[in-house]
């Protein structure tokens, strides 16, 4: 990095949160030291109780860059949305990046490409890139993007489920306090960038600056595909409620695809569902569809968890 003076008020701060990543952890670390900025910027690294060598490696980088990294360790396994949170609300600067532990960036002008857009576009509360999927032997393009200005709007990522991807984003500090229902959401990175949506426009860079690293271990791994509806089923609910419905059209239209799409094969096979319009699915924010697609004890589920939050 160069300019490296005044970090403990950095321009920037890399959220990286880590949890048994020893395989990953120095690469994602390199990744971001290896930044080129005439900015300060500081790691911020929240290590939960991993099992293997994954915080004695982060305490070696913190040994060796001071100055440069904050390593926030926690006595017991906090989960993953906890440590998420406690770790975004210790970075202190203007703009944040994030990059997880089993994740790593491979363009040293990442950070200062991103924020010169931001410092130049105050309308915009956040920019990413495009990645490639780093999985066992081969990798692979995250999302051929075919729109050509790479503009969005909190419309677009309520009708689209992850086309960013995590490891992409810089926003701009502008969140003042994250919300109770985003503690138990299980997927941060689908909240954030609902709640961040809500302050400003998107913005697509020009480039593939990084890697999304899938592995057995990874957190998209860790869920079977009843609760990661339930997640997802969860963060649209709670969202529904905090902006008062205004979006509950782009709301229902997400979701459906959501379901859809996971629920593809199956839907074939046992024709449980309604179709309209030859290819959009029967949905409603109710979810009294959701019975014959994923069963009334999933449904009940869904419902129940919301309860327990309103």
């Not at 959701?290 to 999933?298: E, S």
């Amino acid at each position: 990095m160069e300019q490296l003076n005044n970090t403990d008020y950095p321009l920037v701060s890399v959220c990286m949160i880590t949890y048994n990543h020893e395989p990953f952890i120095a690469e994602a670390i390199e990744g971001v030291l290896m930044q080129k900025t005439n900015f300060p910027v500081k790691l911020v690294i929240g290590e939960d109780c991993s099992t293997d060598k994954t915080r004695n490696i982060c305490e070696k980088y913190k040994q060796q860059h001071p100055d440069l990294i904050e390593l926030i360790p926690a006595t017991a396994n906090l989960g993953m949305m906890s440590n998420f949170i406690r770790t975004l609300e210790t970075c202190k600067g203007k703009y944040i990046a994030l990059c997880e532990g089993d994740d790593y960036w491979t363009d040293p002008h990442k950070l200062q490409k991103q924020v010169d857009f931001l410092e130049e576009n105050e309308d915009y509360s956040f920019c990413f890139h495009n990645v490639y999927i780093n999985q066992h032997d081969y990798q692979k393009i995250f999302k051929e993007f075919t729109d050509k200005d790479g503009i969005y709007a909190l419309e677009d990522v309520l009708k689209e489920i992850w086309f960013i991807p995590t490891c992409s984003i810089c926003f701009k500090n502008v969140i003042d306090e994250y919300p109770k229902w985003m503690q138990n959401a299980e997927n941060g990175d689908l909240s954030l960038i609902f709640l961040l949506a809500l302050k400003g426009k998107i913005k697509r860079i020009d480039g593939i600056m990084g890697f999304y690293r899938q592995h057995p271990g990874g957190a998209s791994k860790q869920f079977t595909r009843e609760s990661l509806i339930l997640n997802i089923s969860y963060t649209y609910m709670n969202f529904n409620i905090a902006t008062d419905k205004k979006f509950q059209a782009f709301i229902e239209e997400g979701f459906g695809k959501y379901i859809k799409s996971q629920y593809q094969a199956h839907y074939k096979q046992t024709a449980q569902i309604e179709l309209k319009n030859s290819n959009k699915m029967a949905i409603t924010f109710t979810f009294k569809e959701l019975i014959t697609a994923i069963g009334i004890k999933v449904k009940n589920k869904i419902l129940n968890r919301f309860k327990t939050n309103q």
